[in-house]
């Protein structure tokens, strides 16, 4: 699958198609159009162009909306990188060292505080 950019005559395209569609959930959405899969072109370019001809137009439009002429000028689409994740704080790094070095002195100095006595004499 490629993702291409939406050329004016694409957009184009897609509003003869939604105006010709019966369905609705056939219809494309032209709203924030960022980009579009070159099948759903080719397949819009196969329905109008079917339906120019069933309709006998005179043709002017057929020229139009060929596959080559919806293709022309099209760029593939390449999705923004995600933005970069935001740096740890120093601080807060610091300020956890720094709490768990001092619950670790104040531990220390409670097991030096009360020394446990050994009551076994065995040897």
Known sequence: MVLLTPTPQIRSAIAKYNTLKQDDNDKISE???????????SNIANFLTSSIEQNNDDG????????????????VYIAPKPPKPEPV??????????????????????LIAQPQIITDTRI
């Open 89 to 110: 704080s120093h601080t807060f790094t610091q300020f956890f060292t720094f709490c768990l070095l001092s619950i670790l002195h104040q531990k220390e100095h409670e």
């Open 31 to 41: 709203n924030e159009l960022k980009f579009i899969d070159h099948k759903q072109v």
């Open 60 to 75: 002017s439009d057929l020229s139009r909306y060929r596959l080559a002429t919806l293709l022309a000028g099209c760029e």
